[in-house]
């Protein structure tokens, strides 16, 4: 009897329970229906925000409520039933389990589930029934209102895309909750409204002038001040992350030489007035959301080069004295950026707060999911840390897509200098950089009497980065004593020969006392472009380097495939190969032993001091980035680049704004030529024909120059006299434009000059064995490639 009780116990218990969960999602999902059917009224809105009163007159109809109250009613009922039914699964009394029992077998399962299906058609022809309230309300209220007539589509060519966005918000209004925010009801008036004041596909509406929201003027310009205090971008920077951590400790260590570079800075400037931006840094790659990866990786050997980066970053922008906000979440950025609630399908709820935005990839993917239209209207200001460069043929969507330069980066249709670098390896790019520690006089003269001349440190904290390494590594264990720092938990990582002396991970500060004694710093030939080279030069050290043949690139190396760049690198760290040089960098073939073996004794002869180019200084880095601050606009408006048939313009007589320079085969901008607002200067400007197959980049540098992207871009300047192309021995029989990251160029084969049809698609860095490039070039300050002379 006790088991018979106890079946009957668990069979009550799980009809009950089985029962209970059906009626449940019977109700929610009929719930959800009348919330469709309604048109999104039970979708977040702002309070007090009711532009559309038919959504009021609706809600409050009786009949609305009758059916609701109804529905409401039947499931309390039934949910109180199941609530009995579950209390009586759970008592022992025996006598009423029985007559539960008896109950239970008077219910047979296909009754059970007619009148489960009975429920739900009731619902839904209650469902119907409010809908059609809701549809016969919404119409007589826009005849009472006489907005009827109002609410029809307009017809204005200046507005194509109108009509289908109508078509898209009836079918799909209700797929984001942010429509409802906005006051979107379902209703083709709040559709024209929504896209004509919230969105601007639809044009305005004459009966909305009265309630449309006056522009709001732009705030009052503050200047920046230098501060020297960091207490306050501490805080900001927030803890829980052992990346924010490190970059915290990054960022007192080296404060002090911040403050002492800002005061340098101040006086170059001779306290010229700096207008205060308010920025945004949002670190997308440190977000949960974009999986981060690198904090966990901080204490065990992982890259360190972007945190290096992004804490001197934050740290050169408060200490020019910008209103400073920073993100390292989701949650953080939308608050920041008035992101409405719901999917990103809509715009932001008010202008945008900041004039400029740092980011990186990742977060630029982030920005695009949640801040809508936005993104495209608001892009101008946006600048990209890109630490490997983003070349124009993959930065523009369509050429990308059509031409097969479309990666899983770049397409973003910035401008080439809003991506900015860690080193200056793409003119296309702005170079951003890092800074490294600079040595007072007295740190100077111990490093130098402290040296041990026979000691190496080994560029590679990770041990998979030593394998296959031991040819050349025991050649320099003949000369030297090797010590390495390479990161293990428990035991000596079996990569590393026994002969090394491996320090462990160290901290910064340890780290720079080890390369301050040793003599040479070597490399393995990754990572790539990191800030330990710089490092060690500056603490008195000669890198030493693998030289790449062929060079690396991402048609054939998977480091760099997939990234939005055709460069080649030559070697370990192409900066410190080409700005730095002997004897502070040697770059040799790693293969060759003999080669290899004759270096290590050459190294041991010579004596080198510290050295730190001035870019990569505190200095140099607040000098820069306060320049491109001040002087790099992006969202004013482009001219378009002058259409095929305007050649008469480009080819006209004297005057010409061209001059050859005495005893050379460059142009610059004459003095007397028309004036043009530009930055960098006009006085830098000099123009001059590449070789066939040569790029921009390597033309300017050959003529002891750097190639300025900024100089298309701001004046359109191709050959615009036949003086001009004659001087540059340009041949023109023909004159072609199109969109082609070549152009502009000649083609001698064709005796045909073809221009850049659009600006975001002159490259410094593209090249063919068909054409003569047209490279406008720009000289450049004595250790700041970034800047011209007269760019401060």
Not at 542 to 562: A, C
Not at 573 to 584: K, L
Request: with cysteine; hydrophobic share 35%; charged share 20%.
């Amino acid at each position: 009897a006790q088991r018979l009780i106890s079946i009957k116990k668990s069979v009550i218990t799980r009809t009950a329970v089985v029962f209970r969960i059906f009626v449940v999602g019977i109700g929610f999902f009929s719930l959800c229906f009348l919330m469709t059917s309604l048109g999104g009224q039970f979708s977040a809105k702002r309070p007090g925000d009711s532009p559309f009163t038919a959504r009021a007159e609706v809600l409050g109809g009786q009949e609305s409520r009758g059916v609701l109250r109804k529905i409401s009613d039947m499931l309390e009922v039934i949910m109180k039933r199941m609530d009995t039914l579950s209390k009586m699964g759970n008592t022992t009394d025996t006598h009423r389990l029985d007559e539960l029992s008896s109950a239970l077998d008077r219910i047979q399962p296909i009754g059970l589930v007619e009148r489960i299906q009975a429920i739900a058609q009731n619902m839904s022809d209650m469902a119907v029934r409010v809908e059609q309230i809701l549809q016969r309300s919404m119409a007589s209220n826009r005849v009472r209102d006489g907005t009827l007539g109002q609410c029809e589509i307009p017809k204005d060519p200046r507005y194509p895309d109108c009509p289908s966005k109508m078509d898209w918000m009836r079918a799909r209004w209700t797929s984001d909750p942010c429509y409802a925010f906005y006051g979107v009801d379902g209703s083709d008036c709040s559709f024209l409204i929504y896209l004509s004041e919230v969105e601007w596909f639809c044009p305005p509406l004459a009966w909305r002038n009265q309630t449309v929201t006056p522009t709001l003027k732009p705030p009052p310009k503050k200047q920046a001040v230098f501060q020297s205090d960091i207490g306050t971008l501490l805080e900001q920077v927030g803890t829980g992350k052992e990346s924010l951590s490190f970059m915290k400790r990054r960022i007192r260590r080296l404060a002090a030489q911040w403050a002492s570079a800002a005061r340098r800075l101040d006086d170059k400037l001779r306290n010229h007035w700096r207008e205060q931006k308010r920025i945004l840094v949002h670190v997308g790659f440190l977000t949960e959301e974009s999986g981060d990866v690198f904090s966990p990786k901080v204490l065990k050997g992982g890259p360190l080069g972007e945190m290096v980066q992004w804490a001197d970053i934050l740290t050169v922008l408060h200490v020019l004295g910008h209103n400073l906000k920073i993100s390292v979440s989701l949650k953080e950025l939308h608050g920041f950026l008035g992101v409405p609630p719901g999917r990103g399908s809509c715009p932001l709820t008010g202008p945008l707060p900041f004039d400029l935005i740092y980011t990186d990839y990742h977060g630029l993917q982030q920005m695009k999911q949640h801040m809508g239209l936005s993104l495209r209207k608001h892009k101008c200001h946006i600048r990209v840390i890109d630490t490997f460069g983003t070349e124009p043929a993959y930065n523009h969507e369509e050429y990308a897509t059509l031409h097969g330069y479309r990666t899983n980066w770049g397409y973003w249709n910035l401008h080439g200098q809003q991506y900015m670098t860690m080193f200056p390896h793409t003119p296309d790019n702005s170079f951003m950089g890092f800074v490294a520690e600079e040595l007072n006089e007295t740190e100077r003269l111990n490093i130098q009497r402290n040296k041990v001349n026979n000691m190496a440190v080994v560029y590679g904290k990770e041990a998979s980065m030593w394998k296959g390494k031991e040819k050349f590594l025991a050649i320099l264990h003949r000369y030297m004593e090797i010590h390495g720092t390479v990161y293990y938990e428990t035991q000596r990582p079996p990569e590393v020969p026994a002969f090394v002396k491996n320090h462990g991970l160290l901290p910064q500060q340890e780290l720079q006392q080890l390369l301050r004694k040793a003599k040479l710093f070597i490399g393995f030939g990754f990572p790539y472009e990191g800030p330990a080279p710089l490092e060690a030069i500056a603490n008195g050290c000669i890198f030493l380097q693998p030289k790449f043949n062929p060079p690396h690139s991402s048609l054939n190396h998977d480091f760099f495939r997939g990234k939005p760049t055709s460069r080649k690198v030559s070697s370990q760290h192409p900066y410190a190969e080409q700005y730095i040089g002997r004897p502070h960098v040697i770059t040799i073939d790693f293969n060759n032993s003999e080669e290899f073996d004759t270096t290590i004794r050459e190294i041991m002869r010579i004596n080198v001091e510290p050295f730190l180019p001035y870019e990569y200084t505190c200095e140099g880095m607040l000098e820069r980035v306060h320049a491109y601050i001040q002087n790099q606009d992006f969202c004013s408006p482009e001219a378009p680049f002058p259409p095929v048939n305007s050649s008469r313009t480009w080819l006209s007589s004297p005057p010409n704004p061209f001059v050859l320079l005495p005893n050379s085969s460059l142009l610059t901008w004459a003095s007397n030529a028309s004036s043009y607002s530009s930055w960098p200067p006009l006085s830098a400007l000099r123009l001059l024909a590449s070789l066939e197959g040569q790029s921009c980049v390597r033309a300017c540098q050959s003529a002891g120059l750097i190639c300025e992207p900024a100089f298309p871009l701001n004046l359109k300047i191709v050959p615009s006299s036949s003086l001009s192309v004659s001087r540059l021995d340009f041949q023109c029989e023909g004159l072609e434009s199109e969109m082609n990251h070549l152009f502009p160029a000649f083609s001698a084969e064709h005796a045909e000059c073809a221009l850049q049809q659009d600006p975001l698609l002159f490259s410094c860095a593209g090249s063919s064995a068909k054409y003569q490039r047209l490279c406008p070039c720009r000289d450049y300050r004595v250790g700041q490639v970034a800047l011209c002379r007269d760019c401060l």
